[in-house]
C-alpha cells in the first residue's frame, strides 16, 4: 500500500531531515513511526501526502506514484490529520468542515450528505454536527478533524501525533475509533502506550533513517536501542515501585 | 477579560447569530442580500440637507432586528466602531457651510451642520443594514450568493477568507499578548522598544499559520476554488418580501413621510 525507495529531504535551513529512507506498507496494517524530537517523523508523513517534495527516491502510496501532476489523485485517497486540529478545523459549523472535502473532490450534494452522516456515526459525533468549530474542546476538534478527513474516503490515513491535545478519557476513546478503522494507518506519535495498544507494527526514525522496524513489544523492551534513540521504554512495560 | 478575546468573542457572535432560526434567517439570502442594496442605495441617495426624509428608514433595521432576534446591543456596539470615521469625515462642514436652514427651539441650525448629522444617518443606515446582513446569514451562503451575482470569484474568496481568518490572528495575537503580560510586571500594553519584534514575529507567526490552514485545506482538494454548499431554492415567499421591501424602501425615497405625518397633526 506504501512503498517508499530511498527518499531524501533536506529543508531550506541545510538540515537533511530524511536520509535514503525506504519503507514498505502492507494494506490494512497499522505502522506508528516513532523517534526523538527532529527524528523525521512529521517530515516523512507530508513526504507521503506531497506537502513536501522528496530530492531524489521514490513513493507510492494508494497505488499512485507520487509526482506533481498525481497529487491531486493521491489526496483523494490518502488522508492526512495533522497534529494540530486548529490548523484543520477552517469552517464555522463542523457539519461544513467535515462536508469540505467531499466538496473539493466533486462529489453531488447528495453524495457528500452522506459521507457526512457516514464520519459522523464512525467517529459518533452526531452531536456535534450543528456546533460551531470554534466552540469545541480539544477531544472534540481531534474527532471532527478525524472524520474530515474520514469522509473523503482514503484508502490510507495520515495521522501526525494525534493523542496531543487530548485528556487520558479523550485518547482512550480515540484509541478504540482508531482500532476500529480498517485503513492502512501510518501514525507518527510520541505515545508509546498508543502504539502498544493499536499498532502492529513500529519504525523508529533516528537523524532521518530508519533505526529499527519491528513489532512495538519486541522494540520496546530493547532499553539499549531505546536509549540510544532518545526514546524511553513506554510507562506500561515499566516495572516501577510506586510506592 | 481582553479586548482581543471580547473583540474575538464579538466576531464569533455575529457567526452564531447567523445560525438563527426565526423568519428572517430562513429568508433566501439572495432576497435579503437584494434588499440590503436597494436600502444602502435609497439611504445614500437622500440629499445631504434632507434628514426628515430619512427617519422613516430607520423602520428597516428596527423591524429586521425584532423579527430576526438579534440583540439590539450587538449590533450597537459594532455600530460604534464606524461612527467616529463619518463623524469626522463630516466634522468641517458646519465650519464651512454656515447659512441657517432652520431655528429649533429658538436656536439657529445651518445647512453644514444638517449635513454632518445627514452622513451621521447615512452611517448608521447603512452599517446596520450589513450587520444585520451578516447577522441573519451565514458567511459562506452569503459569499455563494455574491458568487451567483456575479461578483468576481477572487473578490468573494478575498472576502470569505480575510473572515475566516481574522479569527485565528485574534487567537494568535492575544496568546502572544498574554505571554507578554505574564512576562512584564504591571507594566500596561506593549513596550515601544517591543513593538517591532512583536509585529515581527506576529507576521512570522501569522504567515506560518496561514500556510498550515491552507496546506490542510489542500490536502482535502482544495484547488484555489472554494465550493458552497448548493443553495435552497428561492421561495414564493422569498420573492414576495424582497419585492415588497424594496418597493416600500424606494416609496420611502419619494414620499416623505415625515413631513406627512407632520402636516397631519400640524
Known amino acids: 500500500m506504501v512503498h517508499i525507495r530511498n527518499i531524501n529531504f533536506t529543508y531550506p535551513d541545510g538540515n537533511q531531515a530524511i536520509t535514503n529512507l525506504s519503507l514498505d506498507i502492507e494494506e490494512g496494517s497499522t505502522v506508528a513511526v516513532v523517534g526523538a524530537n527532529g527524528a523525521g517523523k512529521s517530515t516523512l508523513l507530508a513526504l507521503l501526502i506531497g506537502i513536501l517534495a522528496a530530492e531524489t527516491g521514490e513513493i507510492e502510496i494508494a497505488g499512485i506514484s507520487l509526482k506533481k501532476d498525481t497529487l491531486e489523485e493521491a489526496r483523494r485517497r490518502v488522508g492526512f490529520v495533522f497534529q494540530n486540529p486548529d490548523d484543520q478545523l477552517f469552517m464555522a459549523r463542523v457539519s461544513d468542515d467535515i462536508a469540505f472535502g467531499p466538496r473539493n473532490f466533486g462529489f453531488s450534494t447528495t453524495e457528500t450528505e452522506d459521507m457526512v452522516s457516514k464520519a459522523i456515526k464512525t467517529l459518533k459525533i452526531e452531536h456535534l454536527k450543528n456546533r460551531s468549530s470554534h466552540k469545541l474542546s480539544g477531544g472534540e476538534k481531534r474527532n471532527v478533524a478525524i472524520a474530515a478527513v474520514l469522509a473523503t474516503d482514503p484508502e490510507v490515513l495520515l495521522l501526525d501525533e494525534p493523542t496531543s491535545y487530548l485528556d487520558p478519557k479523550s485518547r482512550r476513546n480515540l484509541i478504540h475509533v482508531l482500532e476500529t478503522l480498517p485503513h492502512t494507518k501510518v501514525i507518527a506519535t510520541h505515545d508509546l502506550d498508543m502504539v502498544l495498544d493499536l499498532c502492529d507494527r513500529v519504525v523508529i526514525l533516528r537523524s532521518g533513517e530508519v533505526f529499527a522496524d519491528g513489532r512495538p513489544q519486541q522494540l520496546f523492551t530493547d532499553g539499549k536501542l531505546m536509549d540510544s534513540c532518545g526514546l524511553e521504554v513506554p510507562l506500561s512495560l515499566q516495572n516501577r515501585d510506586l510506592l | ?266
Open chain 2, 1 to 266: 477579560m481582553s479586548k482581543l478575546t471580547e473583540s474575538l468573542n464579538k466576531i464569533n457572535s455575529l457567526e452564531e447569530l447567523s445560525e438563527g432560526n426565526t423568519v428572517i434567517h430562513k429568508l433566501h439570502p439572495m432576497a435579503k442580500m437584494i434588499t440590503t442594496i436597494v436600502y444602502m442605495v435609497v439611504v445614500i441617495s437622500f440629499d445631504k440637507y434632507d434628514i426628515s426624509a430619512m427617519i422613516p428608514l430607520f423602520l428597516y433595521p428596527i423591524l429586521m432586528m425584532s423579527l430576526g432576534e438579534i440583540p439590539y446591543r450587538s449590533v450597537l456596539s459594532r455600530l460604534l466602531i464606524a461612527l467616529p470615521f463619518s463623524f469626522f469625515a463630516g466634522l468641517s462642514n458646519p465650519f464651512f457651510d454656515r447659512e441657517i436652514a432652520v431655528s429649533l427651539i429658538g436656536l439657529p441650525v445651518s445647512y453644514g451642520f444638517l449635513s454632518l448629522i445627514s452622513i451621521i444617518i447615512k452611517t448608521v443606515l447603512t452599517v446596520m443594514a450589513v450587520l444585520i446582513l451578516i447577522a441573519t446569514t451565514p458567511m459562506d451562503k452569503l459569499s455563494s450568493q455574491l458568487i451567483r451575482a456575479k461578483v468576481p470569484k477572487m473578490f468573494v474568496m478575498q472576502i470569505m477568507l480575510t473572515y475566516r481568518y481574522l479569527g485565528l490572528l485574534i487567537t494568535e495575537v492575544r496568546n502572544m499578548v498574554t505571554a507578554y503580560h505574564l512576562r512584564s510586571g504591571r507594566q500596561k500594553g506593549i513596550r515601544l522598544v517591543h513593538a517591532g519584534t512583536f509585529m515581527g514575529q506576529l507576521l512570522l507567526r501569522s504567515f506560518e499559520r496561514a500556510e498550515k490552514v491552507y496546506l490542510a485545506m489542500k490536502c482535502r482538494g482544495f484547488d484555489g476554488e472554494y465550493r458552497f454548499a448548493a443553495s435552497k431554492p428561492v421561495r414564493l415567499w422569498d420573492y414576495c418580501y424582497g419585492i415588497l421591501v424594496c418597493c416600500v424602501i424606494v416609496l420611502f425615497r419619494f414620499v416623505n413621510f415625515s413631513l406627512l405625518i407632520g402636516s397631519l397633526f400640524g
